[in-house]
T-cell receptor
């Protein structure tokens, strides 16, 4: 079955530690995205990548970093510079070959800073 | 100014009734697209329906339809014959620019829909 996987589902981190969230897709999509969701708010774009080895900052990139070495993978690192990292993180992908170029989402990772 | 506004934080609807979820948007770009996503308690976002700014007819997908009023900049989601499984958060989102080449989406704050048996 094609889809997007994110791991882990739940992640706990101590203050001052970097942590990496995994996102893998087997949909052969070119574009991938990372969003952050806080309670009572919509999704906010952190980073996106339209092609391997290239990515752009979204609206709230400070304190985060990404890489896109393979088409299938787009890991997100939450660094110690991120002041309030506790949130729900969603990864998505899309392709221009789909009728509406809609984004498909993974199940998410809930990050809690202790 | 907010680009996507969803004014209903929560709604309660009787099972089998129709429900309308409001969404207004703000853009000066003549080419844009509007999406509705459903987020169940599991957290995953599910794409429901899409409306392009140049589409002549309102979009429909099964029990979902989009009441697109371009002059009023509104794109309300209508769910007919609601079911218990429709209980979820619903998000309206907008892509500014043409369909291909600009995939960034701006999301509203969502509406929590609860279907009452």
């Amino acid at each position: 079955d094609g889809g997007i996987t994110q791991s882990p589902k739940y992640l706990f981190r101590k203050e001052g530690q970097n942590v990496t969230l995994s996102c893998e897709q087997n949909l052969n999509h070119d574009a991938m995205y990372w969003y952050r969701q806080d309670p009572g708010q919509g999704l906010r774009l952190i980073y996106y990548s339209q092609i391997v080895n290239d990515f752009q900052k979204g609206d709230i990139a400070e304190g985060y970093s990404v890489s896109r070495e393979k088409k299938e993978s787009f890991p997100l690192t939450v660094t110690s510079a991120q002041k309030n990292p506790t949130a729900f993180y969603l990864c998505a992908s899309s392709t221009v070959l789909d009728r509406y170029n809609e984004q498909f989402f993974g199940p998410g990772t809930r990050l809690t800073v202790l | 100014a907010q680009k996507i506004t969803q004014t209903q934080p929560g709604m309660f609807v009787q099972e089998k009734e129709a429900v309308t979820l409001d969404c207004t948007y703000d853009t000066s770009d003549p080419s844009y697209g509007l999406f509705w996503y459903k987020q169940p308690s599991s957290g995953e976002m599910i794409f429901l329906i899409y409306q392009g700014s140049y589409d002549q007819q309102n979009a429909t997908e099964g029990r979902y339809s989009l009441n697109f009023q371009k002059a009023r900049k509104s794109a309300n989601l209508v769910i007919s014959a609601s079911q218990l499984g429709d209980s979820a958060m619903y998000f309206c989102a907008m892509r500014e620019g043409p369909l291909f080449g600009n995939e960034k989406l701006t999301f509203g704050t969502g509406t929590r829909l609860t279907i009452i048996p």
